[in-house]
């Protein structure tokens, strides 16, 4: 059984840091594409970040892009989302989400995922 768990949300002030992180249990060893979304309330579902799994490959959204950055501990299946510079747009609900197979394509789209957490929420005060 596939597990996704998040960690890591806060309530922080603008201009501050957090690192979200994604506990992967389940998930076959073989390369897999991984991902962040978000969404803020009254919302559409937003990816932010996405990587696969034994590469250098990551894609991020550009309101993101050179704030965030995602890694990974293979040894431990994790995946992290290091959140810097944080914006109050940044406010919302932060998924992780895994596909079950196939080549890094369609980063952001949510319907490539298979496997998704409940999620953990970031608040960004003004």
């Known amino acids: 059984q596939v597990q996704l768990v998040e960690s890591g949300g806060d309530s922080v002030q603008a201009g501050g840091s957090l690192t979200l992180s994604c506990a992967a249990s389940?998930?076959?060893?073989?390369?897999?594409?991984m991902g962040w979304f978000r969404q803020a309330p009254g919302k559409e579902r937003e990816g932010v970040a996405a990587?696969?799994?034994?590469?250098?490959?990551?894609s991020y959204a550009d309101s993101v892009k050179g704030r965030f950055t995602i890694s990974r501990d293979n040894t431990k299946n994790t995946v992290y989302l290091q959140m810097n510079s944080l914006k109050p747009e940044d406010t919302a609900m932060y998924s992780c989400?895994?596909?079950?197979?196939?080549?890094?394509?369609?980063?952001?789209?949510?319907?490539?995922?298979?496997?998704w957490g409940q999620g953990t929420q970031v608040t960004v005060s003004s």
């Open positions: 989400a895994a596909a079950a197979d196939g080549a890094f394509q369609n980063p952001f789209n949510p319907a490539r995922y298979s496997y």
């Open positions: 389940g998930l076959p060893r073989s390369r897999k594409q």
């Open positions: 990587t696969y799994t034994g590469s250098e490959l990551t």
